[in-house]
Structure formats: C-alpha cells, structure tokens
C-alpha cells in the first residue's frame, strides 16, 4: 500500500510545472533518482550563455552546493569541447567520385572556420553539438564538391564527440546521485 501512495504522490508531483532546482531538491529529499538526469538536462542542455547566472540562490540552497558546483564543472568542461571542436574541422571524406578533390580539401577548412565553428562558439545562442552533420548538410557548398560535403557531414554523424554534452550530463548525474543517496541502492520512479 506504501509503495502505491509513494508510486501516485510522485506520478502527480510529475506532472506540475517545477523548477529543475526544485525537482532535484525533491529527488534529493524523497530519493527520486529518476528525476535527478531530466534536471539536470534541463540546466546543462539549455541553449542559454546566462545557465549559471539564471539559477538563484534559493535555487542553489534547493539543489545543494555542491550540486552546483558539479553543474557547472560540466558545463565548463562542455565549454573546453565547444572550443577544441571549434579548433578542429572533421576530416574531410575522399570521394572516389569527386573530380575536385584537391579544391575541396583547401576550400574545407575555410567553410568550417567562416560557417560552422563561430556557431559553436556563439556566446548567445550556441549550436547544439550534435546537430552539427545537419548544420553542415545544409551549408552552401560553393567551390566544393556537394558530395564531399554531404559525405564528410554523414561521417562527421558517428563522431563520438557529438554526445560529449550528454555524457557530461550521465557524468554529473551519477555525482549528484552519490551526493545525495551515497551509495544505498534507491528506486528509480
């Protein structure tokens, strides 16, 4: 009967609007680890240069210190990504069938530099990382090959450093979940 009401008490709490300081603090309070990774996304993933600067310090009390501190190591680690990824164009894909090729190895880096990697390291609105093959694909291609192009962002698709930002999310999820549960096993709702 216990775990019922627990079960209905937490699917209605689900179901308000709350803050994702608040639903850490109420995950924190009544070990509701499945609210703890969706929270999180929420602060890290929002598409704002103003993340840390819009949680208040009643947030920051709900979601623990700490917490926040582990926020925004992530999204400072996040931001050292953006700027490697930024640095370094991905590797330009040899088409057999590209009658230019050589043009667009020289044309490529201009591209990323000019286009793309201002885009990550926009301060207002920055690029989600994983729609970076997207953002490529529907780049003017101009003095390059189109299927280079469309070949090099298909490749660029698997890049494992496309989900750095949901790793780093998983990363600090389980940080919080051991400060705020240690390590007894809790269920997840």
């Known amino acids: 009967m216990i775990p019922a009401g627990r079960q209905y008490a937490v699917s209605e709490l689900a179901k308000l609007e709350l803050s994702a300081a608040r639903r850490l603090e109420l995950a924190r309070m009544f070990d509701i680890t499945g609210w703890i990774r969706p929270a999180l996304a929420d602060i890290i993933l929002k598409r704002s240069p103003k993340k840390l600067r819009s949680i208040t310090n009643d947030d920051r009390q709900r979601m623990t210190e700490d917490a926040y501190i582990a926020i925004a190591k992530a999204l400072e680690a996040i931001q050292v990504e953006r700027g490697y990824l930024a640095l370094r164009p991905p590797p330009l894909q040899i088409l057999p069938s590209c009658r230019t090729h050589a043009a667009c ?68 999820t389980e940080v919080i979940k051991e400060m705020y549960f240690g390590r007894h096993t809790v269920v997840q709702e």
């Open 105 to 172: 190895q020289v044309v490529w880096p201009k591209i990323w530099f000019d286009l793309v990697a201002p885009r990550i390291l926009n301060r207002v609105e920055p690029v989600p990382i994983t729609d970076l093959p997207w953002i490529i694909r529907g780049i003017p291609s101009g003095k390059m090959e189109i299927l280079c192009l469309l070949d090099t962002a298909r490749a660029f698709k698997n890049n494992s450093v496309l989900q750095c930002e949901e790793i780093f999310v998983d990363q600090v």
